[in-house]
C-alpha cells in the first residue's frame, strides 16, 4: 500500500459500494480504488470486469460479499482468478493468506474502547497486513497516535466520515486514505 502514497496524495479516497448502481457512479468518480461490500459471488465477476474495464483498483471485503465461506481457500480461489487488487477482512488468517497469494491484505479494526486497541495491536503484530482499515474513521488518528513505533502500517479510515474538511484532516493526522460509500466524496 506505500507504493499507492502518490496516487492517494491526488484524491485520498477509496469508494466503498455495495450495489451495481453505486459502482456505475464509483467508476465514472476520481477514486483510483473501489471497494466491494455487497452482492453476492453470482455478481462479483461481472462487477469486477467493469471495474477492471475502468482501470481502478478492486478490493473485496470477504466478511461482506454473499456467498464465500469466510476461509483460505475464498482468497486463493480470488487470486487464481484474478479478481481483485487485496482483500479487506476482520480475519487475520484471510489476511495473511492475501499477501501469501500475492494480493494486498487489509486489516479491519473496529476501534470501539481502550480493550479494542489492546487487541487490535496484538492482531496487527500476528497478521502484519499491507495496510488497516479503522472504524469509525474518526477513531484513525486516535490509532495512529498509540501505536508503537515499530507498527508502521498504512491507516484507512472507514466510516462516519462525511464532508470534504473531515477528510482533510484525518489526512493530515496521517491517515493515508478513507473509504466511504458517501458518493459526494468520491469526487475531486
Partial sequence: ?????????????????RTEEELYQAIKSDVIAIVIMGGSILNLNSMVEVIKE?????FIHLDLVRGFARDVQAVRF??????????????????????KQDLMGIQRLFLLDSD??????????????????????????????????????????????RTKEEVKKLI???????????QDLWFK
Fill in 1 to 17: 500500500m506505500q507504493h499507492l502514497e502518490r496516487y492517494f496524495k491526488e484524491h485520498p479516497v477509496i469508494a466503498s459500494i
Fill in 116 to 161: 479494542a486497541l489492546k487487541t487490535g495491536r496484538n492482531m496487527v503484530k500476528s497478521s502484519k497486513p499491507s495496510a488497516l482499515e479503522v472504524l469509525p474513521g474518526i477513531a484513525a488518528p486516535y490509532l495512529i497516535e498509540r501505536l508503537e513505533k515499530d507498527i508502521k502500517y498504512p491507516i484507512i479510515a472507514g466510516g462516519l466520515i
Fill in 54 to 58: 475502468n482501470d481502478k483498483l478492486i
Fill in 78 to 99: 480470488l487470486a487464481i482468478n484474478e479478481l481483485c487488487d487485496g482483500i479487506i477482512s476482520t480475519k487475520s488468517k484471510l489476511v495473511q493468506e492475501a499477501i
Fill in 172 to 182: 493530515e493526522k496521517g491517515v493515508l486514505a478513507v473509504s466511504t460509500g458517501k
